[in-house]
């Protein structure tokens, strides 16, 4: 959403038991630091009782590190769980891939073009395919084969350089390997996985075959944070494109690939300016 | 969007010039009250330095007439003009017709399943082609004709009524009269029209016509507050579906009709739920 | 798709062996009949080899009964399966319903404004909650009960009252019942079902529980031909409608509704205007 | 549409005054000199009594320069305009582009991995800020500039150097000037142009700032051929996506970005695959 400001902002996440005072506690809290408050949103789940805001405001000249550690203290003292995020941090981010280019292509242009506030670090490939196209972008490329016998050593040596780059964020652009469990506990932050097709229709390989044989009339994908289920994470994004009896599988891949790129792109957009709160298996997202 | 309480609550729509702390007093001001906020949403715009804000909540027991009238000093006191209204209010509404159907079942269909918070009291027409689906549906039907020598008349008649009726809300249901300045001015109060086109494009009269003429590879319907020019009022939504060369002008009027229904239908629910704010010539709608 | 003229035509779908020259040969028998081709649509699916064709003229005068004998003999001469139905034809069809009205009514509203060329000669319910809407439409309505011990019994009213009425479409117009696999062979013509996913994602019970609990950002409707599989027959229309964490599932309902008519009107249209060719699992529309 | 077939073949676009056995004598020609018809797709427009086909067959071998030749005789000989083109004839291309390189990078990346037969010749700009994105795909870059005093001596520059490198189709990609009628004229080939905005809503200069001002619910984007005329060329792809009070002209441009690609892709594709047909200021588009 436009801003024509261009002060740091805070932004804060903010989830916990509903109770009466909330939004005025936060929004009291914020004022009373000299804040003020560009955007609110809050939503409360009926059936669970649970509270939840993303708030963003300009904190006052040079209060933005303070504010930002007593935010922390003062959700605890309502009885929430929060993030706080400075709009001008620059997460570092991880581009996984395999083969296809077109994620990796349109993700790296979003990114050159200004649209995404953060770093690529590096592009990581069990392939070399893609490697000029790295180049080409200037970004780092590095090559970590992943063999069923070497799977455990290649996930440690991507652990090993993503920990080396201080990254925050994996894409999963069209990767076409599983993380293991082990992966995502020891990585323990976001890892965003594009699956191309409508989930939970089609989960594991060849969906654009399996949406071929059962006939639909409709294609999809769905941008999701991985877990350790594969293909089960909690759903970011989704969008369909309409097929018909004259598109054969070639042409399902061919429209597939231009909703996978919207769709992730999307997610990670909303990733990066603090949109997207995870609770359980699913996704709040304050669009 | 859901509600598990059924305690009465109150809506509030506030707009005014932006400054810091708007959030915090509000919240502060229900929060005193007793109330409790199930939803809020605000916007700034930017350009403008314009703030608007949707607020609901359950007031204290027994105090929602005198948070009413409270608020509105309230928000005067902070430079803004607002609207409250409780969420069991049922507005009576008028809805006008000619010979056209489709959206006047849509409506009532709607209306008696549930979906609208609202009293139709009234389906007025120019022509006696659906008086029998009035009579059927148990709302009673009013015929005032509408011929150029006889406007003015006719539309005092149509005022007379309305106002010894008690509406609040007119929907022009494919209703293939223009309504003169004069008669909203007189009005005064909300009248819903929908128009056949995607606005701006093909305002004005046959507007599948001119899209089969022009070529367009998707047809539109359109939402707004009617005002003194045609079709030119506050947009509330829109909506297209695509159309082929293999589509005649019969074919787009069939196509539109449910395109008619749902968009109407959409723009009265956001309309009766109290969701539209309008500024200027434009609308925000709290979704 | 618009045609001016009103003369009967013959529409042909066809399917079998692809080989050179079925276009030429199909064309050239309606030529020389004297016919004139308004449409025809063909496709090969390029994995099987199977050619599909719809064909849609305007007989010789008079000719109209000779020639579609004279087709069955002429498409087995190519080795094409064929159908041929006369424009004019207009099939009997019952609509099944429980509880839920909204597809009935507008199923019934676009029949009576003329959008399908059949007749709908009874409204058959497992309950008794409609019967007063479809006295209100004046189409005769049946209340068969279904038990858990009566279902055979049932089941055996059903199609006696189906055959009575020489019944060739079915509508499962949100009706709640599961049809047997000896129900849909005795019946052995063609059913229509609208399940309210989007299909396979939440086949069986509650799909709008099954939707909301994983967090899916998409609901969707599926219309399909009933098979003994349930929820797996031949797709004929899906479409899906954007949700957000804000929706509960009250609110998928209610979004789902009109998901649900557009859906089925869509699908029933095309099965009665001939535009739907089932093979195997799957559906060829030529739309 | 999938082939799995690699044999050439021929594409015919005819159209002209539709008479009986059109559809039979073209297919019984194409099996007369040993074709096999794959695909085609007949329209009659009903209003002008209008008959348009496209039909895509596989020659007998070596006979595809020959059935070209023999196909105008023929289609000219049943009263209809043809164009024949080969499916392994690549189209020379220019791109013309100013200072934005979302189309550009886009249809070059589609180019590269395949989706388009054609050879993109020449990148011409009236500026250089995108001379390095041309040398990194290693397409040769001309920079022409244009000024109002030298618009003239402009377009003959463009013209003699697209004549010398047999450019048949001109892409304006973004590109921020208006081709002269006599530019049009003199160049005589397909020149598509990419409008950012649903039209004919917002013809002209600045559609988002237009959109923003009006408050539409929904922003689109045109891809039309170009004719003397601004902004009113046959249209050949539209789209739109949804946008909202939250959305200043800043996200109404990032938005519009994606639409711009993917429709002036579309159009593109269905050019190169001879899928447009002109007719007056129409287009059909055999999909």
Known sequence: MSSATTAP????????PDRPGLVARVAGWIFE???NIIHADQHRDMVSGVFFQRIEWVPSEGAASADTVAFYAFAASIGMQARVISSIHRP????????????LHDLVLR????EYTCDVVAIISNHRELESIAQGYGIPFHH????????AE????QLALLRSLDVELVILARYMQVLSDDFLKEFSRSVINIHHSFLPAFAGGKPY?????????????????????????????????????????????RKGRDLEKIVLAQAVRWHLESRVLVYGNKTVVFD
């Open 144 to 151: 970590i084969p992943v063999t069923a016998a070497t799977k």
């Open 154 to 157: 290649s996930e440690a040596a």
């Open 9 to 16: 902002m805070l932004v804060a996440l903010l989830h916990g």
């Open 33 to 35: 630091q000299g804040g």
């Open 209 to 253: 075959h399996q949406a071929a044989e059962r006939g639909v009339k409709l294609i999809g994908a769905t941008a999701h944070y991985a877990t350790a289920v594969l293909d089960d994470g909690p759903i970011i994004q989704q969008d369909v494109t309409r097929v018909t009896h004259r598109h054969g599988v070639e042409d399902l891949v």
């Open 111 to 114: 990114w050159k073009s200004g």
């Open 92 to 103: 570092r981010v991880a581009i996984f891939v395999s083969k296809f280019d077109h994620c």
